[in-house]
């Protein structure tokens, strides 16, 4: 029997949630980190950084060139610029992004326009590793609906990206930022168009649950989880026994080198499923400890 306390997918699952909640703002906040001059962050300097966020949220051209990017047709584009308009346009998001730049150290380092390409990597990198700890702090502050919802939604996706992404967003541990990031816009390419607005406003809300200052929900304890476990078991059976390939599902899960790419669209397709269907305290207990697992 698999359960969720010894499956590689489960382990990693907290990061891949990350991944997918911040797609839409890294790039834009590369943009303006690779904008400020090459100094130390002073008080000027830091009032200039928050000027150039709320500058990009009223930059109507920029916006386009960045929702561009992620390839969408013109009514996901629509969405995807009002959600990043209302994102940038937040005071709190702007302060939370350039507190924890300054704090890095390596604000120089990601303005040194001396080595441009090493200074944007390393401020992609930066801003992703910011933008992923806010979502994912916030999306564990959700109420239980919203977050049996996000994981309806990924059960979908699941059947929906090309494989190559499935494998990204499981196999994390050997996965380069660009393949997460890349597997994060493909889930807005493949979602339906209002399944997508709900994405949006599910990662909305995540951040600003993060920038309300909403105390972290408590942890299921031992106990819980021993239920939790117990009932993911069997929801997990029910789901496999259901998938027309559940060898390969096992596969992938345990095995991730000897995996096709396609074995991880199963994988991810019956673990979701299987932990959105859970109901009542055990599904709750389950959800929450995968996003709150370190």
Request: contains cysteine; proline residues 3%.
């Amino acid at each position: 029997m698999v359960s969720a306390s010894n499956i590689t997918f489960i382990r990693h699952l907290r990061r891949f949630v990350a991944t997918i909640m911040t797609a839409t703002v890294l790039l834009s906040g590369t943009a303006v980190i690779l904008e400020s001059p090459a100094r130390a962050m002073s008080q000027e300097l830091r009032a200039e950084f928050l000027t150039g966020f709320a500058g990009l949220a009223r930059d109507q051209r920029q916006l386009k060139a960045i929702a561009g990017l992620f390839g969408l047709p013109p009514e996901r584009e629509a969405l995807l610029m009002d959600y990043l308009v209302d994102i940038y346009s937040d005071a709190d998001f702007a302060e939370r992004m350039v507190d924890e730049i300054a704090r890095s150290g390596l604000f120089e380092d990601v303005t040194d326009f001396r080595d441009q390409p090493d200074a944007m990597r390393m401020g992609f990198s930066l801003g992703y590793e910011i933008a992923s700890a806010l979502a994912i702090s916030g999306m564990a502050k959700m109420d239980n609906d919203d977050i049996q919802q996000f994981f309806v939604l990924m059960t979908q996706a699941f059947g929906r990206i090309a494989p190559h992404h499935c494998r990204a967003m499981i196999q994390e541990a050997s996965t380069s930022q660009q393949s997460m990031m890349a597997a994060g816009i493909a889930v807005m390419q493949e979602l339906d168009l209002d399944d997508l607005r709900t994405y949006l406003g599910l990662s909305r809300l995540a951040i600003r649950l993060e920038l309300s200052g909403r105390l972290p929900r408590l942890a299921p304890n031992g106990d819980q989880m021993d239920l939790a476990n117990r009932a993911f078991e069997k929801a997990f059976q029910k789901e496999i026994e259901a998938s027309p390939r559940p060898e390969r599902v096992l596969l992938a899960l345990l095995n991730e080198n000897g995996a096709r790419d396609e074995d991880f669209c199963d994988a991810g397709t019956v673990l979701f499923k299987a932990m959105a269907g859970m109901d009542g305290l055990p599904g709750q207990w389950m959800r929450l400890a995968a996003l709150q697992a370190g």
